[in-house]
Each structure stands twice: as structure tokens, then as C-alpha cells.
């Protein structure tokens, strides 16, 4: 047996002398220290007691030691469960119960109040700080620059993911060995990633997207990264002629198109990806009138890593996600049968990359994982004549008016073409008459002043009257998590008694 993460992502840095990790301060890292820390933190967790199995989960900032740990983690047959930085000492009080870490590792400035969290929950506090202080890395520098990494078989755990929860209590999406390296591989061919690459990476790593996508692709691939604590259109601009691909949010394009000197930084770029939240088709567009690059766009889940991709080369269709990766199953479904080319549906997914169930959820897990392997994501799609899936929206946010059925995306499509109107989310809402109401949530572009009414005025000749929405506001700006998706449950929880009142 070995250890396949550890094989093919890790062993082969003790033998690289060249750089690995090009951080900010143009300061770099090499393939053989970054290895030196892995084996270090590996000898610290071990003589903490972490045994194959267990879990370690972090709430800690991202910098090259964090990124160590992760490694350190999956190397000895560990479970690595990394924790958004944004949560609340109550929000991790559930997590920490709900996975029972043998570690937990914070900020040394939060180590105080996480203190009792830890201690009711048996789980041992250790401290990392974003500039590698702490008493974990103390404990490390005991340890010698090399270790054997723990025997693992392909389906055992390697981390658990919490899912964002906004329709109830975060799940534990438990992925294997096997699921995050089939998707590493995947996707490092099908992006064709090499030795010759340098990522620019900005994305946090407690996400899947920075943690199992840019990280994995990258040391699977031998790839160098510019490893930003965070993103800054700045520091974006300035550093992207050092760098070959870029991986993104969609928030990251729209602030670099708005920053001076984007088409002359993107000159030798090979890749510009996006995920984790839609893409407006008017980025996309925009973006390839100032650069030349088509952004490629992909899409995944917590429980599947990445499913889709625009292809690398061929037609990259902007407000798509693409066709379904290598060796991945898709099918659109509704009432438990396929739709027809062109339907909306539910895309259910099959393949390595499928999660293995959620932590401690028997009942979640049947009732979102077929015994035959279908994952049942919750995510409505169409799907045309070419192959190439267009999310429509989830499930939970399909609209239900007076009966008849609205998919939300069609209609933020028509708004967001209103001159005026930058982004939009549209929701449904109470109403004493018709169940649920349409109602839009509008921002505007810099300097344009949009009359709700107007806006609504404007797409009523393009839809079915029970589309209409019923009423409209103006925000500045629209609730997004650390990934930039827009939270809808917290539009809907603002405006739930709007119809009730007026």
C-alpha cells in the first residue's frame, strides 16, 4: 500500500531545489523546504496523538505553513477539515462538536475565546498565526526534516468539507484520497497544467476551489505558485506578468477590468479560469475585449470538486460551465427521469470525484446519494445540443407562483441587460395570494440612478405575465459569501414580510 495524495502530490519535493512557493515580498520557498515543513508538522501531529482517521481541523489564515499542515495532515492517514476564517467562535462551537478533531488549530490572538469550544469538545488547541508563529510550528521545529507518510488506501478520508449551510445545518462532505486526486488529475490535463507554470494564486484555502483545485493541480503538475495571503487587484496586476494562470472568483475579474493596465499585465497569460459563482456573460465578454483571453469557466460542488469545463481548446461559451470532465457521469433530471435537450432539470452527477457521504448524516446522505453513485446536487441546469450545461439555478430557489414555475436566471439574464443595472437576484417571497411572489434585487452601475419600476417595465414585453416580478429594490450591493456567491437566504429573510406589509 502507499499513500496517494502524499505519492503524487508531496514526495517529489524533497528532491526539488527550485522554487515552489513565490510570495509577495519576493521572497520564495523551495520544493525541498516546503517538504522539510510537511515532515516536521507530520512528527508535531503524530506526537500530539493524531492517528490515522482522525481529524484536524484549522481555522487559520492562509500563508505556506497552513498550506504545510494541509499536507502534513493527509500524509498520516489523518483528516484534514479546514474552517472558513469568517466563522464565529457559536458557528465553530457546531463544527467542532459535529467532527470531533483530535487538533483544533487557530490564530494565536483567538486561541482565548476558542479556548472552552475546544476543551467541551476534547479537541486539543494549538495555535498558527498568518506569519508561521504559534506553538504548533514550536512544537515542529523539534522535529527532524524528514518521515515515512502513513499507509492509506484510495478510499479512505483524506478531508471533510462543510457545506455552506444556508438551508440548515452545514453538512460534512466527507472526500477520499481517490476522489481528490482523480479530479487533480483531471483537471491538470485538461487545463494542461506543467512544470513550466506558474499559478497566481489568491483564492483561501479552507475552500475547495484554492485548497483541491489551484493547490492540487499545481503540486500534482509541478507547477510554481505566487501565493497570495489574499487577492488584491494591485498586487494581481503587478505580479500577473510573472505568472502563466490565473485562478479566480468572478469578483476578481469585474475589479480587474476596472484597474488601469490589465491588458498590458495579461500579455503572456496562458489561462484565466473562474469559478465557485456564476460568471455574467458580460465579464466574459469584456474581459476578452481587453485582454484577448477568453476566461475558461468550470463548475463544482463541496461534494464533487469540480464536475464541468469549458475546454481548453475549442468554443469556451460564455454562461456555460462547460461539458462534463473525463470520466464523470452527468444527467439532467426531473421526477426521476432524464429531460429532454434543451428542459431544465437537475443535474445529478457520477464518478471518482463523488463524496463519500456526509459526516454523521446516514439520513442526508440517502437521501442525496443514490446506491448506485448519483449525487443529487440540487443545481438546475438545461443542456443543448452540443453537450455544454448552463446552470439555471438550485432548487431551493426555484419560485413557485400561483402554481407556475419561475427559474430565476432567466429573469436576472433580462435585468442585468437593463442599462443601469450591474447585477441582479431575483427571489421569492411570501404572498397572501399567489404562495410566492417574484421580487427583484437590483444594483446599479457607478453613477447610473435605476427607478425600480422602470427596470421592471423594460423586461415585461420579453415574459410570461406569472414571471413579472412584483416589485423591485435598489441596493448597493448584493450579500456575498467569501467565494462570492450571492446569498439568497439573506435576501430572503430581509424582505420576507415585504408583501405581508404593502
Keep these: 500500500m502507499a499513500n496517494p495524495l502524499y505519492d503524487a502530490l508531496f514526495a517529489a519535493l524533497q528532491q526539488r531545489s527550485g522554487p515552489l512557493l513565490l510570495l509577495a515580498d519576493g521572497s520564495q520557498i523551495s520544493g525541498a523546504a516546503f517538504h522539510a515543513d510537511i515532515a516536521r508538522f507530520a512528527h508535531a501531529l503524530r506526537q500530539l496523538g493524531v492517528r490515522p482517521g482522525d481529524r484536524v481541523a484549522v481555522q487559520i489564515a492562509k500563508s505556506p505553513a497552513a498550506l504545510a499542515v494541509y499536507a502534513a495532515t493527509v500524509s498520516i492517514g489523518a483528516v ?53 508563529e504559534g506553538n504548533l510550528p514550536d512544537l515542529a521545529t523539534q522535529h527532524s526534516p524528514s518521515f515515512t507518510p502513513t499507509d492509506c488506501a484510495p478510499d479512505d478520508l483524506a478531508a471533510i468539507l462543510y457545506t455552506s449551510g444556508t438551508t440548515g445545518r452545514s453538512k460534512g462532505a466527507m472526500l477520499s484520497h481517490r476522489n481528490l486526486l482523480s479530479n487533480a488529475e483531471s483537471l491538470a490535463q485538461l487545463w494542461r497544467f506543467t512544470a513550466n507554470d506558474t499559478l497566481l494564486h489568491a483564492l483561501p484555502i479552507f475552500h475547495t476551489h484554492g485548497l483541491f483545485v489551484a493547490s492540487n493541480v499545481s503540486l500534482l503538475s509541478g507547477a510554481q505558485m505566487i501565493f497570495l495571503p489574499g487577492f488584491d487587484a494591485e498586487t494581481t496586476l503587478r505580479l500577473l506578468p510573472k505568472a502563466t494562470v490565473l485562478m479566480g472568483v468572478p469578483t476578481f475579474y469585474t475589479r480587474l477590468l476596472d484597474s488601469p493596465g490589465l491588458a498590458q499585465a495579461a500579455r503572456h497569460m496562458r489561462l484565466f479560469i473562474s469559478g465557485s459563482a456564476p460568471l455574467l456573460a458580460e465579464t466574459h465578454t469584456a474581459f476578452q475585449s481587453q485582454t484577448g483571453h477568453r476566461i475558461l469557466e468550470r463548475y463544482g460542488m463541496t461534494e464533487t470538486n469540480m464536475n464541468t469545463s469549458n475546454p481548453y481548446d475549442g468554443d469556451r461559451r460564455a454562461g456555460t460551465v462547460g461539458l462534463p470532465l473525463p470520466g464523470v457521469d452527468i444527467r439532467i433530471t426531473a421526477q426521476g427521469a432524464e429531460v429532454a435537450q434543451g428542459e431544465v432539470g437537475m443535474i445529478e452527477v457520477r464518478g471518482p470525484n463523488v463524496f463519500a457521504g456526509y459526516w454523521q448524516m446516514p439520513e442526508k ?23 455544454y450545461i448552463s446552470i439555471v439555478g438550485r432548487a431551493k430557489d426555484l419560485i413557485i407562483t400561483g402554481g407556475y414555475n419561475v427559474y430565476p436566471k432567466e429573469l436576472e439574464l433580462l435585468l442585468d441587460d437593463v442599462p443601469g443595472v450591474l447585477e441582479s437576484a431575483v427571489i421569492g417571497l411570501p404572498h397572501p395570494d399567489f404562495g410566492e411572489a417574484v421580487f427583484a434585487v437590483l444594483t446599479p452601475r457607478k453613477g447610473a440612478r435605476l427607478d425600480p419600476a422602470a427596470v421592471l417595465a423594460a423586461i415585461a414585453p420579453s415574459l410570461a405575465r406569472f414571471k413579472h416580478p412584483k416589485a423591485a429594490v435598489v441596493v448597493a450591493d448584493l450579500p456575498r459569501n467569501t467565494m462570492g456567491k450571492v446569498q439568497k437566504n439573506l435576501l430572503r429573510a430581509e424582505y420576507a414580510d415585504w408583501f405581508q406589509q404593502s
Excluded: M, S
Design 80 to 132: 484534514f477539515l479546514p474552517l472558513n476564517t469568517a466563522y464565529t467562535a457559536a458557528e465553530l462551537a457546531y463544527f467542532i462538536g459535529n467532527a470531533t478533531p483530535r487538533v483544533f488549530l487557530c490564530d494565536p490572538a483567538h486561541a482565548a475565546a476558542l479556548a472552552t469550544i475546544a476543551t467541551d469538545h476534547d479537541a486539543q488547541l494549538l495555535t498558527l498565526g498568518a506569519k508561521g
Design 365 to 387: 446522505t440517502a437521501e442525496e446519494l443514490t446506491p448506485d453513485g448519483w449525487f443529487l446536487t440540487g443545481d438546475l441546469a438545461t443542456r443543448d445540443a452540443d453537450g
